[in-house]
């Protein structure tokens, strides 16, 4: 056995073990597949979170029915937000990665959880292996007063970590980050694949077998991604993204896996002078600063989970200078731009040979559903015909390659959604039967339609 029976390198591919490591699985040929694995007496021992071994069949099988209830069991944060993506507060016994670029909030949220939690009296461990706890300190003062009770340890040995978090007791331990945590059961510097997967693994069951909830942060790579094994998302339980411009001060939290609620909710919040402050209204976030009486711009309502948001698309057709017209498409796929152009031409009658298209979803947003065809084209025949669309209108529909109008999903909670933040008519398809929440509702057969009626 390798270093004493300390650790093999294991393919993530074939699962084969290989006493040394190299950029090829010999038994399968999957390249920078091999990961430094824990085994034997140290693997085994080091497993438990106290360090002692556990008897062969210490957990027994019982009845679901027989198991007291915990389902309800959260703590709230009181960041409104963070509470609402993950379902409802905290789960105790679960473990959390948050994901996100450098500087975009994540320590931040993780403090500011931390003090709430021990405002309420839920003690917290606060772990930082990145910044000093003098920096951590002025975070606190930034923060201002709950976080000057929060328990901050710098230490990036996982061995340590769990004593602390057990001597406290912690209820809520938050390490920031999993990247830079590493264990003396593996040889590897920390953020390596093993390293990081191990000591996933050793929280995942800290976590499970004592009780308190863990939240980690994890560094992402360049494609966006969390840096470490693909196999870190399945370990933990709920995977949340930290997102936004930087230039911007919104930031979103994005649910992408949660065991305990659902996924791809998203909570908003604006960072200020003094930490990340939830945004109360959220549905209307992105539309705050749209100029109205311009044209080429249009709003729709898209879903993010279960909730409405209303977003501005903004759209610019001018003549081309000279050469191939440009299509530049910011926060839309801009294939999708080229089909909606494509039809607008051939179904509604607007030339765009010989113009330059720009368009732009306004506050970083990403249009990902097709319901939000209808309003990219509204922003496009606002613009070529320089009439600005009315300022308390929104479009819901998909862009057929017929040039239909076909009706969108949850459309009745859009447009309730709309008509609360001042919104007073919808173009919408025609086939669209239902509740219209109080709005005018304008139903389409076709964009020719839709180009007619804007021309108007
Ligand atoms: P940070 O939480 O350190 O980001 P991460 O841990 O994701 O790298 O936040 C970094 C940015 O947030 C930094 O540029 C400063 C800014 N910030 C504020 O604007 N207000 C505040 O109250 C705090 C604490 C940070
Ligand atoms: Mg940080």
């Given at each position: 056995?390798?270093?004493?029976?300390?650790?093999?390198?294991?393919?993530?591919?074939?699962?084969?073990?290989?006493?040394?490591?190299?950029?090829?699985?010999?038994?399968?040929?999957?390249?920078?597949?091999?990961v430094?694995?824990?085994?034997?007496?140290?693997?085994r021992t080091?497993?438990?979170?106290?360090?002692?071994?556990?008897?062969?069949?210490?957990?027994?099988?019982?009845?679901?029915?027989?198991?007291?209830?915990?389902?309800?069991?959260?703590?709230?944060?009181?960041?409104?937000?963070?509470?609402?993506?993950?379902?409802?507060?905290?789960?105790?016994?679960?473990?959390?990665?948050?994901?996100?670029?450098?500087?975009?909030?994540?320590?931040?949220?993780?403090?500011?959880?931390?003090?709430?939690?021990?405002?309420?009296?839920?003690?917290?461990?606060?772990?930082?292996?990145?910044?000093?706890?003098?920096?951590?300190?002025?975070?606190?003062?930034?923060?201002?007063?709950?976080?000057?009770?929060?328990?901050?340890l710098?230490?990036?040995?996982?061995?340590?970590i769990?004593?602390?978090?057990?001597?406290?007791?912690?209820?809520?331990?938050?390490?920031?980050?999993?990247?830079?945590?590493?264990?003396?059961?593996?040889?590897?510097?920390?953020?390596?694949?093993?390293?990081?997967?191990?000591?996933?693994?050793?929280?995942?069951?800290?976590?499970?077998?004592?009780?308190?909830?863990?939240?980690?942060?994890?560094?992402?790579?360049?494609?966006?991604?969390?840096?470490?094994?693909?196999?870190?998302?399945?370990?933990?339980?709920?995977?949340?993204?930290?997102?936004?411009?930087?230039?911007?001060?919104?930031?979103?939290?994005?649910?992408?896996?949660?065991?305990?609620?659902?996924?791809?909710?998203?909570?908003?919040?604006?960072?200020?002078?003094?930490?990340?402050?939830?945004?109360?209204?959220?549905?209307?976030?992105?539309?705050?600063?749209?100029?109205?009486?311009?044209?080429?711009?249009?709003?729709?309502?898209?879903?993010?989970?279960?909730?409405?948001?209303?977003?501005?698309?903004?759209?610019?057709a001018?003549?081309?200078?000279?050469?191939?017209p440009?299509?530049?498409?910011?926060?839309?796929?801009?294939?999708?731009?080229?089909?909606?152009?494509?039809?607008?031409?051939?179904?509604?009658?607007?030339?765009?040979?010989?113009?330059?298209?720009?368009?732009?979803?306004?506050?970083?947003?990403?249009?990902?559903?097709?319901s939000?065809?209808?309003?990219?084209?509204?922003?496009?025949?606002?613009?070529?015909?320089?009439?600005?669309?009315?300022?308390?209108?929104?479009?819901?529909?998909?862009?057929?390659?017929?040039?239909?109008?076909?009706?969108?999903?949850?459309?009745?909670?859009?447009?309730?959604?709309?008509?609360?933040?001042?919104?007073r008519?919808?173009?919408?398809?025609?086939?669209?039967?239902?509740?219209?929440?109080?709005?005018?509702?304008?139903?389409?057969?076709?964009?020719?339609?839709?180009?007619?009626?804007?021309?108007?």
């Open positions: 056995m390798p270093k004493g029976g300390r650790s093999v390198f294991r393919c993530t591919e074939c699962g084969t073990d290989q006493p040394k490591w190299g950029g090829r699985c010999e038994a399968c040929g999957a390249w920078n597949s091999l430094e694995e824990a085994v034997g007496r140290t693997a080091a497993g438990r979170p106290d360090g002692r071994h556990t008897p062969v069949g210490s957990a027994t099988p019982v009845r679901l029915s027989e198991m007291h209830s915990t389902s309800g069991a959260r703590w709230k944060t009181g960041l409104a937000e963070f509470d609402f993506v993950l379902g409802g507060g905290i789960v105790p016994g679960s473990v959390t990665l948050v994901g996100g670029e450098p500087g975009i909030g994540k320590s931040t949220l993780l403090m500011q959880c931390a003090a709430r939690l021990e405002a309420q009296g839920i003690s917290t461990l606060y772990v930082s292996g990145e910044e000093s706890p003098d920096q951590l300190r002025l975070r606190a003062d930034r923060l201002g007063g709950d976080a000057g009770a929060i328990h901050a710098g230490e990036t040995r996982l061995e340590a769990l004593h602390h978090a057990a001597a406290l007791p912690a209820k809520v331990v938050l390490l920031d980050s999993i990247q830079t945590t590493y264990t003396e059961a593996l040889e590897g510097a920390p953020g390596n694949v093993g390293q990081v997967r191990e000591c996933a693994a050793r929280l995942m069951r800290f976590a499970k077998e004592t009780g308190p909830a863990v939240v980690l942060v994890g560094h992402v790579t360049k494609g966006g991604g969390i840096a470490g094994p693909k196999t870190l998302e399945h370990i933990v339980d709920t995977v949340l993204y930290f997102e936004g411009e930087s230039t911007l001060d919104h930031r979103l939290l994005r649910a992408v896996k949660n065991r305990f609620g659902s996924v791809d909710e998203i909570g908003v919040f604006r960072m200020t002078g003094t930490g990340l402050e939830p945004v109360a209204n959220p549905a209307a976030a992105f539309l705050a600063g749209r100029s109205t009486g311009v044209s080429g711009s249009a709003v729709t309502a898209l879903m993010e989970g279960t909730r409405p948001m209303l977003v501005e698309i903004q759209a610019l001018s003549t081309a200078g000279f050469g191939t440009q299509r530049v498409a910011t926060g839309l796929d801009h294939r999708r731009l080229a089909v909606l152009l494509a039809v607008l031409e051939r179904r509604g009658g607007l030339p765009f040979g010989g113009l330059d298209v720009f368009v732009n979803v306004t506050g970083g947003v990403r249009l990902i559903e097709p939000t065809d209808l309003a990219v084209l509204a922003a496009l025949v606002s613009s070529v015909h320089d009439r600005p669309v009315p300022a308390d209108t929104v479009f819901l529909g998909e862009v057929g390659l017929g040039g239909e109008i076909r009706p969108v999903t949850a459309a009745e909670r859009r447009l309730v959604e709309a008509g609360r933040q001042g919104f008519r919808a173009f919408l398809s025609s086939r669209f039967r239902g509740p219209t929440g109080g709005l005018e509702v304008i139903g389409l057969e076709g964009i020719s339609e839709l180009a007619r009626r804007l021309a108007a």
